[in-house]
């Protein structure tokens, strides 16, 4: 089974958890939620046309967009209740407008945004950093446990991510083979997020089974 | 061969990127740990000090409670006393006069009523009975005082109290009692009340139960007299519990503190 497909039918699986627990679930975690679940069917829909041999390069634009929107959204609600909130209108602006100039002028819309994918992945890191230290001094409660959670799953992929995407442009150069390698690399790393995130998610279930979940 | 370097190269920097990240986690993990012990031991030390606190305003409560106790039967009582000797004297020697005898008699009976007041605020501020012949006999005073009523039934089993000998426990159990005998007679309508002493090792367990309506005990406000219980019982040392359902009726009260612990 290829790494594709396991990707494939743990996305799935992973939408599926948050598509039944989304109601139990407090603020923070259902903007999470949501994007886990918009992220999920980009990614299930980029690995078909790509089996398809289809472009899927203009998924990466949209990706980007909502990747940083969304987190930036749970980054400002985990503020909001865990330490003083950035201005977010102006940060979701300036973001947007750069990813876009990025695809309009720079990486056209056929071409990998390495550009704004780099920036956005700096900008979520710091952005992860900075709720590690925000909520350095608040009192430990479930659902902090499971935002940190989640939170140190993002570092790792942002973390890692970034690295391979300044590298991007000189990784073009060498065989496919290694770039396999690499993006297979990163593809694991991923997935075993993801995993991290189904468990969170099936434990929410069982818990709230028992009892009215109070996040 | 340079294909292979490069990826290496990358590789490479992922697996540090890898180890940077986790060292932070682990570091801002073991911050927020210091944090937190930091602010739980500021809390504990703030507890402390306001059980210091509340334990020292109750120790002067009762030192002040029993001074003024002290000065209202000893010394406010007596002169009344005194006063209505005179005036009982007066008022023999005055036969003629209708009029002053009038005078003299509303006086004497306003003076009987203020030595009766204060005799009772004197018993109410520092029982007497407690300190003069210990807790056994206040509480059979209270039973008295109680029974005479006949709405209430109350029955005392106090005989192990006797190994008790430290007056501040005494006079903490015995205002515990207090305590909970006028939340009967206010809001319980009970018409029987049974307090126990039983002996357990080197413990002394009182239980209090009456027949009354019972109430919901998650619903307790400290207007009900459970502060002063609670603070009581902390000043005994000891652990309580209430215990009532609605549906049920009644209520129980559940006091074990140490026996002879000398503080």
Redesign the interface.
Known sequence: MSLAIIMLFVSALCSVLVLIQYRALSDILKVFGIYFLISNCIEILALYLAENKISNLFLFHINTVIEFWFLVIFFYACDRKYGKPFPLIPVLLQGLIIIVANSIFVQKIDMFNSYSATLVNLVLLIFS?RF??V??????TKELKIVKLIV?CL??VF??S???LL?SN??L???TT?QL??WD??GILILSTKVIFGLTFAKLLFESRSKTLQL | MKDQELMLTIMFGVIIMLVVIVITIWFFNQGQKKIIAIKLQKKENELAFQKTLLINTVKTQETERDRISSELHDDIASKLNIIHLNIHLLKKKIKDDPEVEKLIDQIESSLKQSTERTRNLSHELMPQLLKKFGIHHALKEMANIINISQVVQLSIKSEHLIQLNDDFKLLHLYRIIQELLNNTLKYAKASIVEIVFELDNEFLVMTYRDNGIGFDPENLTSGLGIGNIKTRSELLKGVYSITSDKTKKGMLFYLKFPNNDQD
């Not at chain 1, 909520?135 to 430990?140: A, L």
């Open positions: 950093f590690f230290f909520t350095m001094d608040v009192d430990v140190s570092l790792l973390g890692t970034l690295i391979v590298f000189a990784m150069s060498i065989s290694y390698y690499i690399f990163r």
